[in-house]
C-alpha cells in the first residue's frame, strides 16, 4: 500500500522502495508511545520522507546550479578551463581517489554500486547478504571519507594544491 501511495505521488519505484525501507528503520530505532491511528501515522512518515527527498533534490539542483554559476560566471560550463584550474582539480581528483582507495574492498563496492550503478539499498543488501543497516554504515562510511577530503581541499590545501600544480608545470 505504501509503494502504491508513494508511486502515485511521482515517487519511482526505487525511490519507493528506499523510502520505505527508510521507514522501516526508523520505526525500528524509534519509541514512540500508544498511536490511535497506526496507518495513518505511517503514511504521513511516508509523505513526509517523500517530501523531504524532493527538497534535498530541489537543494542539490541550487546548489550545482550556483556551483556552476560561481566556477564560470555565465551559468554554463568553461569548455577551455586554464592549465591551473586543470592541474589543481586533477590534483583534488587524485586525492579523492587516493582517500577512496584506502577504504576497505566492500565499502568502495556498496558506494560503487549506490551512486555509480544506481542500485537500491535493499538490492545491494540482498545481494551482498547483509542488512540494510550495514549497506547504511559502509555508505555513511564513505561519505564521511569524501567530506573530509573535500574539507581538506577547501580549508586550505587549495594553495598546497596550486603548488603543486605549479610544480607540475615545470615538470612537462
Not at 500500500?1 to 526508523?26: C, N, T, W, Y
Not at 509523505?47 to 560566471?73: K, L, P
Not at 547504511?136 to 603543486?164: C, F, M, P, W
Request: charged share 30%; hydrophobic share 40%; no cysteine.
Amino acid at each position: 500500500m505504501l509503494m502504491r501511495f508513494l508511486i502515485a505521488r511521482g515517487a519511482s519505484h526505487p525511490e519507493a522502495e528506499d523510502i520505505v525501507q527508510d521507514l522501516l528503520v526508523k520505526l525500528l530505532e524509534q519509541r514512540t508511545g500508544p498511536i490511535s491511528d497506526p496507518k495513518a501515522y505511517l503514511f504521513k512518515m511516508a509523505h513526509n520522507q517523500f517530501i523531504d527527498r524532493r527538497r534535498s533534490a530541489v537543494q542539490r539542483m541550487r546548489r550545482e546550479e550556483h556551483w556552476t554559476e560561481a566556477s564560470s560566471g555565465s551559468g554554463e560550463a568553461d569548455p577551455h578551463p586554464s592549465i591551473e584550474t586543470t592541474l589543481i582539480d586533477r590534483e583534488a581528483l587524485g586525492l579523492v581517489q587516493s582517500v577512496l582507495a584506502e577504504l576497505p574492498d566492500r565499502t568502495r563496492d556498496i558506494l560503487r554500486r549506490y551512486r555509480i550503478d544506481g542500485e537500491g539499498q535493499k538490492a545491494i543488501a540482498t545481494a551482498l547478504g547483509i542488512s540494510i543497516s550495514a549497506v547504511e554504515k559502509h555508505l555513511q562510511r564513505a561519505y564521511r571519507a569524501v567530506l573530509d577530503a573535500r574539507k581538506q581541499i577547501d580549508a586550505g590545501n587549495v594553495t598546497q594544491l596550486r603548488l603543486s600544480a605549479r610544480e607540475h608545470l615545470h615538470d612537462d
